[in-house]
């Protein structure tokens, strides 16, 4: 995928603060330090757009990121896309009154926001999806968000792990997965191609430029 610009549109805390959509929206989702941050660096080959920690909780914002992509569409050859880092979750050392608000934050967009087309949901392929994971998954499906799932940090585990992994994860949760690195950048042409497909701006039948 060739990402033209990507730009930091917005941060905001409260739903209220965040702009009106612009153009389509998808969002990232997972626990706190699974690599939601540095999946959206690797997904858009910029190296810094999106701040990233070994301090797990350090996106406490629902943050706007804007890009303009090169389609293979005939109509229009560029395209517009906002990709939406928001707040991990499951961190238990985050005070009791702060994991509070954001449940409604993340649960309140996802719900609400208009532009949103779908959401990808990360977990740890060392891990696999866990029940607040899942509960993510389930409230998805409820409110008619398209997920996507992705195991991120696929290079964490020697390469003679990785592919019975990725088939035990499937065969767990019955749905379809992605495996991704943000290091390697194993499974960025299958999500790209994914968002682009659940975005509406390329149809999954068109072949997509790696
Ligand atoms: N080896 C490896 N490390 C990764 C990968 N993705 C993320 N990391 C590391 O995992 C840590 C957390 O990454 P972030 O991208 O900040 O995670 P996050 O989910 O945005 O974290 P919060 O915003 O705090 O919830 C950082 O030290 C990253 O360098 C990956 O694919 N492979
Ligand atoms: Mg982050």
Redesign the pocket.
Same mark, same amino acid.
């Given at each position: 995928m060739n990402v033209l610009d990507a730009e930091f549109v917005a941060g905001a805390t409260v739903l209220g603060q965040l702009p009106a959509p612009t153009f389509a929206e998808v969002a990232f989702a !997972?626990r *706190?330090? $699974? !690599? #939601? *941050?540095? +999946?959206i660096n690797n997904l858009v080959q910029r190296k810094k757009l999106v701040r @990233? *920690? !070994?301090a =797990?909780?350090?996106?406490r914002a629902i943050n706007i990121f804007r890009v303009r992509l090169r389609t293979r569409d005939e109509q229009a050859d560029e395209a517009h896309l906002d990709l939406v &880092?928001l =707040?991990?979750y499951g961190y238990a050392q985050r005070s009791k009154a702060e994991r509070k608000s954001w449940g409604p934050l993340i649960e309140g967009f996802l719900s609400e926001r208009a532009g949103l087309r779908g959401a990808v949901v990360i977990v740890d392929i060392r891990r696999g999806v866990q029940d607040d994971d899942l509960q993510l998954l389930e409230f998805l499906e409820s409110v008619d968000v398209t997920p996507i799932l992705v195991a @991120? #940090? +696929? &290079? #964490?585990l020697a390469s003679s792990k990785r592919k019975p992994a990725i088939a035990a994860l499937k065969r767990d949760i019955k749905r379809p997965v992605i495996a991704? *690195?943000? $290091?390697l950048g194993d499974g960025r042409d299958a999500l790209w191609k994914r968002i682009l497909s659940v975005s509406g701006i390329e149809r999954t039948e068109r072949a997509v430029q790696p």
């Open positions: !997972g *706190s330090n $699974v !690599g #939601k *941050s540095s +999946l @990233t *920690s !070994g =797990p909780g350090c996106t &880092d =707040p991990g @991120t #940090k +696929l &290079d #964490k991704y *690195s943000a $290091v």
